[in-house]
């Protein structure tokens, strides 16, 4: 059995870009999960004007898409009489023309009236009680028709009927595309920028990146990727189960729903991964997918240019679309050194706490592994920029630790809550050798740089 570890309460700190030509930004609780900016330009002036200008678009576009807060524009309309056409935002009817596009092409899989169902297996996994089937049955049949006309000059929108919408397949892909634009028109300089919000990015200018896609049966932070991407002007989103769900009677149900029949999506599919020339289209058929046969999903994406996908089904099937490959990285096939094989990894469970208020910077964070001599056995993470001066702040770390410094890549993954992170230890060293049995210190540090370091350790 795993050994699981929680710890909370590490001190939170500024995240200050370095290295020439590269400058990088994490933040947690945007859009409720982790966020990394990338930004490759000569100037730090022009890497902290797209910055603001990222943050500044997205905060522009919560105002007006976020179903979450009752003061934004789409929800004013939403409450608006019934029955009349009004004017709105022009963010929310390109977001609407969207969802009507998308519902046609997918047969109904993709439908964003899909709240009224969530709604009802909430509050059954509250009452730890599957729901009414007729209940289900009557808010199906609801959501099977457009509940909204728009007008042929696409200005004026008319709402039919009370509904709760759910735009959380769709509006973050819209919102990570148009922040990518606002990060490039900062400043001519700007050569390229990457923008990740849970797992889904987008790559825009003349920049290419390498984008682990995470293995759905090891999804820890510093597990291994199941496939590398090199890409470039692209985007990809990645959708599973494993992070959320609703638990009813000791059984666990999939938080994607399919809208034609009520329930909670349970074919043989583990995780998505669609790669496509625009991040709302990738986020939209990443959930798709997830509700679709493999076969049905592979045929979607076939019929439409320029994307692709990889499946990862129950039997760890993985299955690709036709042109998926020519993105990947040939994969290494040497035969890995003997580990614990899995008898007692070590899993490492910890929160980054929130400072106040929404959106904060990740410290810098180093976690590792000390054998009973007090080297360092294994290096299980180093969040910060390669070739930081702040490596020395974190001393003991920086002390004991004589090999390359190695950082996170970046990786497509399900969203997950914000602040929290997940290691785990397989029980070999730095240079991928056994580690012997004994006693060993698990050790984090945090370092903030307008403030104090934290070191935590435990010993097992």
Same mark, same amino acid.
């Given at each position: 059995m795993p050994f699981f570890l929680y710890l909370? $309460?590490?001190?939170?700190?500024?995240?200050?870009? @370095?290295?020439? $030509?590269?400058?990088?930004?994490?933040?947690?609780?945007?859009? $409720?999960t @982790?966020?990394?900016?990338?930004?490759?330009?000569? /100037?730090?002036? +022009? !890497?902290? &004007?797209?910055?603001? #200008?990222?943050?500044?678009?997205? +905060?522009?576009?919560? *105002?007006?898409l976020s179903t979450y807060d009752p003061q934004s524009e789409i929800n004013r309309w939403l409450n608006m009489p019934k029955g009349s056409p009004w004017h709105i935002p022009k963010e929310i009817i390109e977001l609407l023309v969207a969802c009507d596009w998308w519902s046609i092409r997918t047969n109904g899989v993709f439908n964003p009236q899909i709240g009224t169902l969530s709604k009802i297996w909430e509050t059954a996994a509250l009452n730890?009680?599957?729901? +009414?089937?007729?209940v289900l049955q009557r808010a199906h049949s609801k959501i099977q028709s457009s509940a909204w006309e728009i007008d042929g000059a696409y200005e004026m929108v008319t709402l039919n009927r009370a509904i709760d919408l759910n735009l959380n397949a769709i509006a973050k892909g819209y919102i990570i595309d148009k922040s990518c634009e606002a990060a490039l028109e900062s400043s001519e300089d700007i050569e390229g920028v990457l923008l990740s919000i849970g797992g889904d990015l987008r790559i825009m200018g003349t920049i290419e990146k390498t984008v682990g896609i995470t293995d759905p049966? !090891? #999804?820890?932070? &510093?597990?291994?990727?199941?496939?590398?991407?090199?890409?470039? +002007?692209? !985007?990809? !989103?990645? *959708?599973? &189960?494993?992070?959320?769900?609703? &638990?009813?009677?000791?059984?666990?149900? @999939?938080?994607?729903?399919?809208?034609?029949?009520?329930?909670?999506? #349970?074919n043989e599919i583990l995780s998505t991964t669609v790669l496509s020339d625009s991040a709302i289209q990738a986020d939209v058929l990443s959930t798709s997918l997830m509700v679709l046969t493999p076969e049905e999903g592979i045929q979607l994406i076939e019929s439409l240019p320029d994307t692709e996908c990889l499946l990862v089904c129950r039997d760890e099937q993985v299955r690709k679309s036709s042109g998926f490959s020519r993105f990947q990285i040939v994969k290494d096939e040497t035969a890995a050194k003997e580990s614990w094989d899995g008898l007692y990894p070590l899993e490492l469970n910890f929160e980054i706490n929130r400072p106040g208020g929404r959106r904060y910077l990740r410290p810098y964070v180093a976690v590792w592994i000390e054998n009973e001599t007090g080297q360092v056995e294994k290096t299980l993470c180093l969040w910060m920029e390669r070739v930081s001066k702040w490596i020395s702040k974190l001393t003991r770390w920086n002390r004991t630790q004589g090999l390359e410094q190695?950082?996170?890549?970046?990786?497509?993954?399900?969203?997950?809550?914000?602040?929290?992170?997940? /290691?785990?230890?397989?029980?070999?060293?730095?240079? $991928?050798?056994? @580690?012997?049995?004994?006693?060993?210190?698990?050790?984090?540090?945090?370092?903030r740089e307008h403030g104090t370091h934290q070191l935590i350790r435990e010993t097992f």
């Open positions: 909370t $309460g590490l001190a939170i700190g500024w995240n200050t870009p @370095s290295g020439a $030509g590269t400058y990088t930004f994490h933040y947690e609780d945007v859009l $409720g @982790s966020c990394e900016l990338i930004v490759e330009t000569k /100037l730090k002036a +022009d !890497a902290e &004007n797209a910055k603001n #200008s990222t943050l500044a678009e997205i +905060d522009r576009l919560l *105002s007006i730890e009680k599957m729901p +009414d089937p007729l049966l !090891a #999804s820890a932070e &510093n597990a291994p990727p199941l496939t590398q991407l090199i890409l470039w +002007d692209h !985007a990809v !989103a990645t *959708s599973a &189960n494993y992070e959320r769900g609703y &638990n009813i009677q000791d059984t666990h149900y @999939s938080h994607i729903l399919d809208p034609r029949t009520g329930y909670p999506a #349970s190695k950082t996170v890549h970046t990786l497509t993954r399900v969203t997950r809550r914000p602040g929290n992170y997940r /290691l785990t230890w397989d029980g070999t060293n730095d240079y $991928g050798d056994r @580690s012997p049995p004994g006693n060993y210190t698990l050790l984090i540090a945090a370092v």
